[in-house]
């Protein structure tokens, strides 16, 4: 079946800018989770859904970051004011939930803020 | 909140031999250890899981090893091949999220 899906794949920002980044999950999946992977570095634990409910934004770096997953389903991440420290790979993962824990990863956006 | 320490940050091992890559965790409340094969400008991939309750899983040539008490697990991989270079992710958590380690490059020399 599709696996996890992320648009757009690549995006340049000015800095100060807004953008938003989708996540398709898996279907069924009932928990989305969003990384932050910096070049050379592990994903970085940002924040995580169980269906539409945000249960955990304890890794969002500021008040310029929100995610939301009004249905259930698609997840959206924006950041507003965008900076350059906020140059990055945004990676979005699903996982059935429940007691099935193993996470599926996207392909991941792209981030690049000059 | 739950840190999680990886080595080596790059192994190099003739193709054939086998390969090794350690990580602990601090959060005795982890109960699910996976690890991720990440190819340059590619997802990472979940190549194999432990819970807290299974001290060790294999499949084929990829075995892990977990140790509750000492908050450490190993990733072994067997008879190492070309396609087996990427770099390797360990992490920790549960069902409510992952920390990840900061990954392992592993080369395989011809």
């Known amino acids: 079946g599709a696996g996890v899906s992320q648009s757009p794949r690549y995006k340049v920002a000015k800095r100060g800018q807004d953008v938003a980044l989708r996540c398709d999950p898996i279907?069924?999946?009932?928990?989305l989770f969003w990384y932050q992977q910096a070049l050379g570095q592990g994903p970085e634990f940002l924040t995580y859904?169980?269906?539409?409910?945000?249960?955990?934004k304890s890794g969002l770096p500021s008040d310029r970051f929100f995610a939301e997953r009004p249905e259930g389903s698609v997840s959206t991440l924006k950041i507003q004011r965008t900076q350059q420290e906020d140059s990055a790979v945004y990676l979005c993962?699903?996982?059935?939930?429940?007691?099935?824990?193993?996470?599926?990863f996207g392909p991941g956006t792209r981030l690049t803020v000059t | 909140g739950e840190n999680v320490e990886q080595h080596p940050s790059t192994l190099s091992v003739q193709e054939g031999d086998s390969a090794v890559i350690k990580c602990t965790y601090s959060?005795?409340?982890?109960?699910?250890f996976p690890w991720y094969k990440q190819e340059l400008g590619k997802r990472p991939q979940l190549i194999i899981d432990?819970?807290?309750?299974?001290g060790e899983k294999k499949d084929q040539r990829i075995a892990v090893t977990l140790n509750k008490t000492a908050k450490h697990f190993s990733l072994h991989i067997t008879e190492t091949q070309p396609e087996d270079s990427a770099v390797y992710f360990c992490?920790?958590?549960?069902?409510?999220?992952?920390?990840f380690g900061k990954g392992t490059h592993l080369i395989i020399q011809p």
């Open positions: 993962a699903s996982s059935l939930g429940l007691d099935v824990y193993e996470q599926y």
């Open positions: 279907s069924g999946h009932v928990s």
């Open positions: 859904f169980q269906n539409e409910a945000q249960l955990d």
């Open positions: 959060d005795s409340a982890s109960n699910y």
């Open positions: 432990i819970r807290s309750n299974v």
């Open positions: 992490a920790a958590g549960g069902a409510d999220g992952l920390t």
